[in-house]
């Protein structure tokens, strides 16, 4: 309701100068990303998490339903309909570090995808605490604000057990931060290039 208050102001900020416009760009992604309490509190985390990737254009995958990518807000079941996370693509969205604290409470997560995430800071990846139990797969690429040290909190994530990393243009020595994360993490098969690589399928 409160980002629903400023579309008046916001109208006018886009009729003007092209600063002004990237600003409230700026503000409408803080808005996004802004855990709804009082929507947590109605739906639970995995719907508000859902609703969080796919309002910033991202999708999500239900482990109810593993084949099906969910993309448009419109078409998520109905709140009545129980529902459990199992993966969450980013790719190509506006999600911020505030944002991944709509992971909290989600206990089936099992594979994240974050590519092109313009948005998404340097220590942005700390957010991945939250479901650090059941995150297996993670992908990150095309995300050049994030550097060698906002990779390196990587090594954290105990139960990882395959990593992608490529496209990551402000990362200075890739090989460095591989080595260092297959020294914490010798269980994960982990590929980190300047070429484009995919996860592969899980077993």
């Known amino acids: 309701m409160l980002l629903l208050n ?14 002004d416009q990237r600003g409230i760009w700026g503000y409408v992604a803080v808005a996004f990303n802004q855990v709804d309490a009082e929507r947590l509190a109605k739906v639970g985390p995995n719907r ?3 609703e969080w990737i ?9 482990v109810e339903n593993p084949t099906k990518l969910w993309k448009d807000y419109n078409s998520l ?3 009545n309909t129980q529902f459990c996370l199992k ?17 909290k409470g989600c206990k089936n997560i ?42 390196a909190t990587i090594g ?12 990551m243009i402000f990362v200075k020595n890739m090989e460095a931060v591989a080595a260092n994360l297959k020294r ?8 980190a290039t300047k070429l484009g690589v995919t996860l592969k399928p899980k077993e």
């Open 48 to 50: 508000l998490c859902a």
């Open 87 to 103: 993966v969450v693509d980013a790719s190509n969205s506006s999600i911020m570090k505030i944002g991944l604290e709509h992971l």
């Open 110 to 151: 099992d594979t994240v995808i974050f590519h092109n995430c313009k948005h998404l800071e340097n220590d942005g990846l700390e957010g991945l605490h939250h479901i650090s139990s059941s995150l297996e797969r993670l992908q990150v690429s095309g995300c050049y604000n994030i550097t060698d040290s906002g990779l």
């Open 77 to 79: 079941p109905g709140e």
């Open 156 to 167: 954290e994530l105990e139960n990882l057990r395959q990593l992608v990393i490529f496209d």
């Open 6 to 19: 400023k579309l008046p102001r916001i109208g006018q900020l886009l009729t003007s100068n092209p600063k």
């Open 54 to 62: 796919v309002k910033n254009g991202g999708g999500v995958r239900f």
């Open 184 to 191: 914490q993490l010798p269980n994960c098969d982990i590929k």
